[in-house]
């Protein structure tokens, strides 16, 4: 079935640059997200890229999509430590229909 | 414009027992999508209402059902719970299609079944 993989634990120094990878099995994915959880709170939309485009950038994040490997990446740059937190990588293949969700990367940012 | 939101925030049911909870979508999203987060978990998709007909189902036993209603908004209903169900619930709300990609999350009900 269905299935989306991502490394459980990343820890980096505030001010280097963050990457959370995400590898997915499902070839008809057509929308890719990142979601960010801060402890105790709902899921934040950071950003998303559709299957065909292979990178997207907004301010310090940027996004990079290997559809022939099914790898998507989250790059963070100048990590802050407001940036602790756990983020999730989702998918879908069709526009409004059921996300599927890995189990999530936790971020610590240390000063 | 205002979110997704999600009551109550918190519940402690026991097992056996019946729960209700509650989501207002976002204006102008027409789709509600009600998930599951168990600790240390992603969350797993339960059920997708639209036009006030559930459009779209997980893995979860009939046990977990729920409404729409003509403003959108969402009622999740488990019974006979159990244990295991103690999770964090997350509501999401969509806009019509063609008009958006984005899921919008509310903060969620965390219920405890003891």
């Known amino acids: 079935g269905e299935d989306v993989e991502q490394s459980l634990f990343l820890s980096v120094r505030e001010g280097d640059s963050s990457v959370i990878n995400c590898t997915y099995t499902d070839s008809s994915s057509t929308y890719l997200y990142w979601y960010k959880q801060e402890p105790g709170a709902g899921l934040q939309l950071l950003t998303y890229i559709f299957s065909n485009m292979d990178m997207k950038q907004d301010q310090r994040l940027t996004v990079l999509l290997n559809k022939k490997d099914k790898h998507l990446s989250l790059r963070i740059a100048d990590t802050q430590t407001g940036d602790s937190a756990i983020y999730f990588c989702a998918e879908t293949h069709q526009a409004g229909t059921a996300l599927i969700f890995g189990k999530g990367t936790t971020l610590s940012v240390s000063s | 414009e205002t979110g997704v939101t999600q009551s109550p925030t918190h519940l402690i049911k026991t097992r056996g027992q019946q729960v209700t909870l509650r989501c207002s979508s976002q204006s102008g999203h027409n789709t509600v999508s009600w998930y599951q987060q168990a600790l240390g978990q992603g969350p797993q998709f339960i059920f997708q209402y639209y036009r006030e007909e559930e459009n779209g189902r997980g893995n979860f036993p009939p046990r977990f059902s729920g409404l729409q209603f003509p403003n959108y908004s969402s009622e999740l209903n488990v019974n006979a719970l159990e244990l295991d169900d103690s999770a964090l619930y997350l509501c999401?709300?969509?806009?019509?299609?063609?008009?958006?990609?984005?899921?919008?999350f509310g903060s969620g009900t965390r219920l405890t079944v003891v």
């Open positions: 999401a709300s969509s806009p019509p299609l063609g008009s958006g990609y984005g899921y919008t």
